[in-house]
Protein backbone atom coordinates (compact mmCIF):
# COMPACT_ATOMS: atom_id res chain seq x y z
CA UNK A 1 0.00 0.00 0.00
CA UNK A 2 3.15 2.46 0.69
CA UNK A 3 6.39 2.04 -0.65
CA UNK A 4 9.58 3.69 0.81
CA UNK A 5 12.66 3.31 -0.29
CA UNK A 6 15.93 5.21 1.95
CA UNK A 7 19.10 6.17 -0.23
CA UNK A 8 22.36 8.15 1.09
CA UNK A 9 23.86 6.19 3.34
CA UNK A 10 27.57 6.09 3.62
CA UNK A 11 30.92 6.01 5.33
CA UNK A 12 32.07 9.48 6.50
CA UNK A 13 34.39 10.69 9.10
CA UNK A 14 33.63 11.91 12.24
CA UNK A 15 32.45 15.85 11.82
CA UNK A 16 31.28 15.57 8.42
CA UNK A 17 27.92 15.60 7.23
CA UNK A 18 25.75 13.24 5.09
CA UNK A 19 22.32 13.84 3.82
CA UNK A 20 19.26 10.63 3.75
CA UNK A 21 16.07 10.95 0.98
CA UNK A 22 13.61 8.77 1.51
CA UNK A 23 11.14 7.81 -1.57
CA UNK A 24 7.54 7.16 -1.11
CA UNK A 25 4.95 5.46 -3.75
CA UNK A 26 1.73 3.85 -3.36
CA UNK A 27 -0.10 6.24 -1.55
CA UNK A 28 -1.01 10.03 -0.95
CA UNK A 29 1.88 11.15 0.61
CA UNK A 30 0.77 14.42 2.81
CA UNK A 31 -1.71 11.76 4.34
CA UNK A 32 0.89 10.09 6.25
CA UNK A 33 3.09 11.01 9.48
CA UNK A 34 7.06 10.49 8.65
CA UNK A 35 9.86 9.26 10.99
CA UNK A 36 13.36 8.93 10.80
CA UNK A 37 14.76 5.65 13.20
CA UNK A 38 18.14 4.18 13.60
CA UNK A 39 19.16 0.62 14.70
CA UNK A 40 22.53 0.14 16.32
CA UNK A 41 24.27 -3.13 16.90
CA UNK A 42 22.85 -4.38 20.25
CA UNK A 43 20.84 -0.99 20.72
CA UNK A 44 17.09 -0.73 20.98
CA UNK A 45 15.29 1.27 17.67
CA UNK A 46 15.01 4.72 18.54
CA UNK A 47 13.32 7.18 16.68
CA UNK A 48 15.17 10.50 15.59
CA UNK A 49 13.45 12.88 13.70
CA UNK A 50 9.94 13.18 12.76
CA UNK A 51 7.08 15.30 10.78
CA UNK A 52 3.82 15.18 11.46
CA UNK A 53 1.28 14.95 8.14
CA UNK A 54 0.52 18.39 8.47
CA UNK A 55 3.93 19.99 8.39
CA UNK A 56 5.69 22.36 10.35
CA UNK A 57 8.55 21.60 12.14
CA UNK A 58 10.43 18.46 13.34
CA UNK A 59 10.87 17.05 16.20
CA UNK A 60 14.19 15.33 17.19
CA UNK A 61 15.64 13.50 19.43
CA UNK A 62 18.01 15.08 22.30
CA UNK A 63 20.89 12.74 20.91
CA UNK A 64 20.48 14.77 17.29
CA UNK A 65 19.23 18.37 18.03
CA UNK A 66 21.36 20.88 16.58
CA UNK A 67 23.03 18.71 14.41
CA UNK A 68 19.94 17.30 11.98
CA UNK A 69 17.67 18.80 10.42
CA UNK A 70 14.21 17.01 8.85
CA UNK A 71 12.60 18.31 6.00
CA UNK A 72 9.44 17.05 3.63
CA UNK A 73 8.62 17.81 -0.13
CA UNK A 74 4.43 16.80 -0.57
CA UNK A 75 4.84 17.91 -4.16
CA UNK A 76 7.52 15.23 -4.77
CA UNK A 77 6.75 12.85 -2.04
CA UNK A 78 10.00 12.59 -0.16
CA UNK A 79 11.35 13.56 2.98
CA UNK A 80 15.27 14.23 3.88
CA UNK A 81 17.68 13.79 6.95
CA UNK A 82 20.36 16.23 6.81
CA UNK A 83 22.74 14.97 9.27
CA UNK A 84 25.67 17.23 10.38
CA UNK A 85 28.80 16.87 13.04
CA UNK A 86 28.65 13.47 12.68
CA UNK A 87 30.10 11.87 15.62
CA UNK A 88 30.53 7.76 15.69
CA UNK A 89 27.75 7.00 18.51
CA UNK A 90 25.16 7.97 15.25
CA UNK A 91 26.61 4.87 13.30
CA UNK A 92 23.38 3.06 13.03
CA UNK A 93 21.13 1.41 9.99
CA UNK A 94 19.02 4.72 9.54
CA UNK A 95 14.96 3.71 8.51
CA UNK A 96 12.65 5.74 7.12
CA UNK A 97 8.92 5.21 8.88
CA UNK A 98 4.99 6.09 8.03
CA UNK A 99 2.03 6.11 9.59
CA UNK A 100 -1.25 7.31 8.62
CA UNK A 101 -2.37 10.10 10.41
CA UNK A 102 -5.02 8.71 13.25
CA UNK A 103 -2.65 5.90 13.90
CA UNK A 104 -0.11 6.12 16.81
CA UNK A 105 2.37 3.14 15.60
CA UNK A 106 4.57 3.62 12.33
CA UNK A 107 3.16 0.43 9.94
CA UNK A 108 4.95 1.31 6.78
CA UNK A 109 8.99 1.07 6.46
CA UNK A 110 11.98 1.33 4.20
CA UNK A 111 14.58 -0.94 3.50
CA UNK A 112 17.43 0.62 5.85
CA UNK A 113 20.43 2.71 4.68
CA UNK A 114 23.47 2.43 6.95
CA UNK A 115 25.05 5.08 7.87
CA UNK A 116 28.70 4.54 9.27
CA UNK A 117 30.84 6.95 11.08
CA UNK A 118 34.53 6.92 11.68
CA UNK A 119 36.71 8.25 14.46
Known amino acids: QVQLVESGGGLVQAGGSLRLSCAAS????????IGWFRQAPGKERELVAA????????DYADSVKGRFTMSRDNAKNTAALRMNSLKPEDTAVYYCAARNRILTTYTYWGQGTQVTVSS
Open 26 to 33: GRIFSSLD
Open 51 to 58: IRWSGGSA
